[in-house]
């Protein structure tokens, strides 16, 4: 079993709906990392959580540390939203350099 | 400055070339990394920089050879590769010392290899 569990895969939705991606994780972790990945491209770091939630725009981001559990939400989505979600987890006890990561859900967005 | 640069974009090389990889920052970062990542995959850490050492290896085959000449810059030397090795190469930067290990990653390069 992988460290780090994303749910969906694959997500399609029109434009406009809320999109929830969720992450799972087993080991104690010092953060999450939520990342975004467009096809053929390089990946921007969307937000990095210890605990509680974060709002950046369309995107918020929240952390259930007791449940090991994180949600990306993405309101009245957009096509230029299509792109690859990748959570990852800095270990609590693990190098300060290693980043586990999951394998990442596949958002397509239609107009 | 809150990016990290990679050149060149796309590479073609055979596999008897040598060619090099460069990725800069000009964020103050003290760690640089390098990542391969195969299409459909999270990335793989390949190495780790601290303060322009190497501080991780993971095992990488001696074909690839990276470079820290200086703070800012970081090179992945390039020798002898194989078409296995055709993927997109990730350069990336973090603060040295946080547990919270938040990298900033830059666009990458397409590497094919005939």
């Known amino acids: 079993k992988n460290e780090v569990e994303q749910s969906p895969q694959n997500l399609t939705a029109q434009e406009g709906e809320f999109i929830t991606i969720n992450c799972s994780y087993s080991?104690?972790?010092?953060?999450l990392h939520w990342l975004q990945q467009h096809p053929g491209g390089g990946i921007v770091s969307l937000f990095m959580?210890?605990?509680g939630k974060k709002k950046h725009g369309r995107l918020i981001a929240t952390i259930n540390i007791q449940e090991k559990h994180s949600s990306l939400h993405i309101t009245a989505s957009h096509p230029r939203d299509s792109a690859v979600y990748i959570c990852?987890?800095?270990?609590?006890?693990?190098?300060?350099?290693?980043?586990?990561f999951g394998k990442g859900t596949l958002l397509t967005v239609n107009p | 400055d809150t990016e990290v640069t990679q050149t060149p974009k796309h590479l073609v090389m055979g596999m008897t070339n040598k060619k090099s990889l460069k990725c800069e920052q000009h964020?103050?970062?003290?760690?640089m990394y390098w990542y391969k990542q195969k299409a459909k995959k999270p990335p793989e850490l390949m190495f780790v920089?601290?303060?322009?050492?190497?501080?991780i290896n993971e095992s990488v085959p001696s074909r690839f050879s990276p470079e820290c000449p200086n703070s800012s810059l970081l090179n992945l030397h390039l020798h002898a590769l194989q078409p296995e090795d055709s993927a997109l190469y990730l350069c990336?930067?973090?603060?040295?010392?946080?547990?919270?290990?938040?990298?900033?990653f830059g666009p990458g390069t397409r590497l094919t290899v005939l």
């Open positions: 990852a987890v800095s270990l609590l006890r693990g190098s300060n350099y290693k980043l586990t």
């Open positions: 990336a930067s973090s603060h040295e010392g946080s547990s919270y290990n938040e990298q900033f």
């Open positions: 959580l210890s605990s």
């Open positions: 080991v104690g972790i010092s953060a």
């Open positions: 964020m103050g970062h003290r760690a």
């Open positions: 920089y601290s303060y322009e050492k190497l501080s």
